[in-house]
């Protein structure tokens, strides 16, 4: 039940306002009928402090990706059981163990029953559906293919779910070696290299390269940390700043497609994402123009997203689709060359779902492969570090011994 505020009139003329507790805005004004009252307004009631407080901390417990497949799963089933969508949510929100989804499915199903849009009510929830969720509900919401498309969008979450999970797992061991290398540096620099400065000073010898330059990082180090500091974290803050406007975006999506070994991971990951949302899009009725459109704005990428942007305004002008791909950036020949026989057969939906699979495979692959690829280069990187320290030491070192 949820409360709604109401201003009315009494048979004697009389105004009154007060809060009503109702399942729908309709409801509400047949109970105020019932009691005798004309309503002149009936409007949700707003949350007191008290919702407010428990809304800031039921978002004290994260909702899972693993939870958001489940409850597409679920719906799905209901949906293809030819049950209704508010009753699905009800049924929902009554079996859900997650509070904030539980919440968030009775907001929902309220938002719906004033008249809201399936995609409006989800997308009132951005913490828990992603723009790609919310996307796709409205394509299968405007076909009728709703049950459909949520079961390729749970195949969707959870295969995008375990790539980032063996993403993880495989950069375990690579974060390691990582904060063994950054260990060994501060440790060299702060703590062995100070007991040789001296040393160094006084015998008035000529130092090598890397004794000054490890000199003048410590020194730095040491004694301008708070310059060092405040550089740093404008350098940060300002990265972040100009990464995330549309500009920076772009050029963001740009430089991590051009990154040595997770670059070709990103790209493979990109078109996976292009070609699944595609299939499903065009299988659903959705024009081409429209599909793009979505697209562009779930893809994950400003470069790609860009590109969607520009094939949008070739294709208006009547071109196709394969020639004006073939004549953009990042995709590689076996998309476009898909893309092309699908469009000239008339099955494109089902290339891309094939392009969809195989990229799915590839990326599954680059990932098992990508703790193999950057352990040995962290390693030599730690190797260097140690290295680098070990000739800035024993070098003048040696030049000692030769004096006496």
């Known amino acids: 039940m949820a409360k709604f505020d109401y201003q009315a009139t009494t048979e004697s003329g009389r105004r009154l306002a007060g809060t009503i507790e109702a399942a729908s805005p309709d409801e509400a004004t047949e109970l105020l009928w019932a009691q005798g009252m004309a309503p002149e307004k009936v409007t949700r009631a707003k949350e007191s402090d008290t919702s407010s407080l428990l809304d800031l901390l039921l978002a004290g417990k994260p909702v899972k990706p693993q939870d958001v497949v489940l409850f597409t799963k679920q719906l799905r089933t209901l949906l293809k059981a030819g049950v209704a969508i508010t009753r699905s949510l009800e049924i929902l929100q009554d079996q859900s163990e997650h509070p904030q989804i539980k919440r968030s499915l009775e907001r929902m199903v309220t938002d719906i029953e004033e008249g809201a849009t399936l995609e409006a009510a989800f997308r009132r929830h951005p913490k828990i559906f992603s723009k790609l969720y919310c996307s796709m509900i409205r394509a299968g919401e405007a076909s009728g293919s709703l049950p459909e498309v949520l079961d390729r969008l749970s195949y969707i979450l959870e295969h995008e779910n375990k790539v980032k999970n063996d993403i993880n797992t495989a950069l375990a061991y690579p974060k390691i070696v990582s904060l063994a290398l950054l260990g060994a540096f501060l440790f060299l620099l702060t703590m062995v ?51 995330n406007s549309a500009a920076g975006y772009v050029v963001k999506g740009h430089l991590l497609l051009r990154l040595p070994i997770v670059g070709p991971l990103f790209l493979r990951s990109a078109m996976s994402r292009f070609s699944s949302i595609f299939a499903i899009l065009l299988a659903s009725g959705v024009t081409v123009m429209e599909s793009l459109a979505i697209i562009s704005e779930v893809i994950g990428n400003g470069a790609i997203s ?99």
Not at 357 to 369: C, F, G, P, T
Request: no cysteine; charged share 20%; aromatic share 12%.
């Open 193 to 243: 290299i100070p007991q040789f400065v001296s040393t160094f000073d006084r015998a008035g010898i000529e130092l090598p390269l890397p004794t000054v330059l490890s000199i003048a990082m410590y020194r730095l180090l040491t004694e301008h940390w708070l310059v060092l500091l405040v550089v740093l974290a404008a350098g940060f803050f300002g990265l972040r700043a100009y990464f």
């Open 306 to 404: 860009r590109e969607f942007e520009k094939l949008k305004a070739k294709i208006e002008e009547g071109r196709g689709i394969g020639g004006p791909l073939r004549q953009a950036r990042y995709f590689p020949p076996l998309v476009i060359n898909m893309v092309e026989i699908g469009e000239e057969s008339g099955s494109l939906d089902e290339m891309l779902q094939a392009v969809a699979n195989h990229y799915d495979s590839e990326v599954e692959y680059a990932v098992k492969r990508l703790s193999d690829a950057l352990g040995p280069i962290l390693v030599v990187g730690l190797a260097a570090v140690v290295g680098f320290f070990a000739l800035a030491i024993f070098m003048p070192m040696w030049d000692l011994t030769q004096m006496v």
